[in-house]
C-alpha cells in the first residue's frame, strides 16, 4: 500500500472510534419521543373501533382510516373491541403505550358514559382528542304505513291514550337521549323500549313492533329508500345530502333537538404532540379527497374534520348540552 494510502487509512481509523462515541453520545441527548416522532410511522397503526363490524361507527372508521393511510404512507389496522357501552375499547386505548401507534375512534359514548355509569375504567383526562372524522346525522322514522307525517304529528299522536314506543339502542345511546330531549323539550309522551342495537331498533319498527326510533343516517338509509322506513326528521343542524327532503327537527320548529351520530379520533395521554398534529393534518386532508367523499356522502355520512381546538369546542359543547338531559331523565348504565 502506497505510504500515502496508508495515512489516509490510519486516519480514517484513529477516527472511526471518535465518530462512533460522538455519535452514541448525540443519540443518548436526544429524548426517546424525538426520536420515535423521526421516524413515526415506521410500522402499522392501530384505530381500535369500540364497537363491533358493520355500524356506522365502524364504517366512517375503516373508510377513513384507508385514506388517511394512503396520507402518512403506513398502513392502518382496524381492530373492534366492542363491549359495555364502548368503554371497552376506549379503556384498552387510554392504557395503550403513548408511541402513536394506538388511537381510539369511538362516538358520543366516549363523554356520556361518565354521565350514566357510576364507575369508569379510566380518567377523561386519559384520551386526549385529536378530530373529528364524521357525523352520520340521527334520522327520526316510523312504520311506512304509519299515519305520522312528521315531528309535530309524533308529537301529537304520542300525548293520546298511553303514548307511543320509542325504540332506542339502550342507556346512554343517541336513539335515547333523541327519545329524552322529545319528552323533555317537545312534551312527547314515549315509553322507552331498549334494544341491543340500532339495527334491532329498527327492525322492530320495520315490524310494527314500536312506533319509532331515531338511528343513525347509513343505517336507515337503505330501509327509507326501500319504502319499508318513514324519515320524519332529522335531528343534526342542517339536512342530509342523501336525504335532502328529510326536514331537520330545527326546520319543524324544535331548536333544541340537535344530537347527531358522530366519529372522531383519540389518542392516549402522552402522545408526543408533533404525532397529534400528523394525525390531525393527514385525517383532514384524507376528508377533502373525492374518493373519500364519494365513499361516505352517498351513505348519508357528513365528512367533517377541522383542527384539534375545534374537536375540543365540540366536546365541551357536546357534554354541557347533553349532561342535563342525562341528568333530567335520570339516566343509569344497563
Given amino acids: 500500500m502506497p505510504s500515502s494510502s496508508r495515512t ?21 441527548l436526544v429524548p426517546w419521543p424525538a426520536l420515535a416522532q423521526d421516524a413515526w410511522p415506521s410500522k402499522p397503526i392501530h384505530f381500535v373501533v ?60 366516549v363523554i356520556t358514559n361518565a354521565m350514566i355509569k357510576p364507575r369508569m375504567p379510566y380518567e377523561e383526562g386519559d384520551l386526549i382528542p385529536v378530530v373529528m372524522m364524521a357525523v352520520s346525522p340521527s334520522v327520526i322514522v316510523v312504520p311506512a304505513d304509519s299515519p305520522i307525517k312528521d315531528l309535530k304529528g309524533l308529537i301529537a299522536a304520542s300525548r293520546k291514550g298511553p303514548g307511543l314506543n320509542f325504540a ?33 331498533g329498527m327492525a322492530a319498527v320495520v315490524g310494527n313492533q314500536v312506533d319509532a326510533t331515531s338511528e343513525a343516517s347509513p343505517v336507515v338509509l337503505p330501509m327509507i329508500k326501500a319504502g319499508r322506513l318513514r324519515a320524519i326528521a332529522s335531528t343534526w343542524s342542517r339536512r342530509i345530502a342523501a336525504l335532502p327532503d328529510v326536514v331537520t327537527a330545527q326546520e319543524q320548529g324544535f331548536a333544541d333537538i340537535v344530537i ?12 408526543p404532540e408533533a404525532i397529534l398534529d400528523r394525525v390531525n393534518a393527514a385525517v383532514n386532508a384524507a376528508l377533502k379527497t373525492s374518493e373519500l367523499r364519494a365513499r361516505l356522502i352517498p ?14 369546542e365540540f366536546l365541551a359543547a357536546e357534554k354541557a348540552r347533553l349532561a342535563p338531559v342525562a341528568k333530567a331523565a335520570q339516566m343509569r348504565e344497563d
Avoid: C
Fill in 260 to 271: 347527531g351520530h358522530w366519529s372522531g379520533v383519540f389518542a392516549p395521554k402522552g402522545t
Fill in 168 to 200: 332506542t339502542a339502550g342507556t346512554g345511546s343517541t336513539p335515547h337521549f333523541v327519545a329524552e330531549m322529545l319528552k323533555l323539550r317537545a312534551g312527547a309522551k314515549l315509553q322507552i323500549v331498549p334494544f341491543k342495537s340500532g339495527s334491532e
Fill in 299 to 312: 351513505m348519508a355520512i357528513d365528512p367533517t374534520g377541522g383542527s384539534r381546538a375545534d374537536f375540543r
Fill in 50 to 109: 369500540p364497537f363491533g363490524p358493520g355500524g356506522a361507527n365502524d364504517i366512517v372508521a375503516r373508510a377513513v382510516a384507508e385514506a388517511t393511510a394512503r396520507q402518512l404512507g403506513q398502513s392502518i389496522i382496524i381492530e373492534n373491541k366492542p363491549g359495555a357501552g364502548s368503554t371497552i375499547g376506549s379503556a384498552y386505548v387510554a392504557k395503550s403505550l403513548p408511541d402513536g401507534y394506538t388511537f381510539l375512534t369511538p362516538a358520543a359514548g
Fill in 8 to 28: 489516509e487509512h490510519a486516519r480514517f481509523t484513529e477516527a472511526e472510534p471518535l465518530l462512533s462515541r460522538r455519535s452514541v453520545l448525540v443519540a443518548a
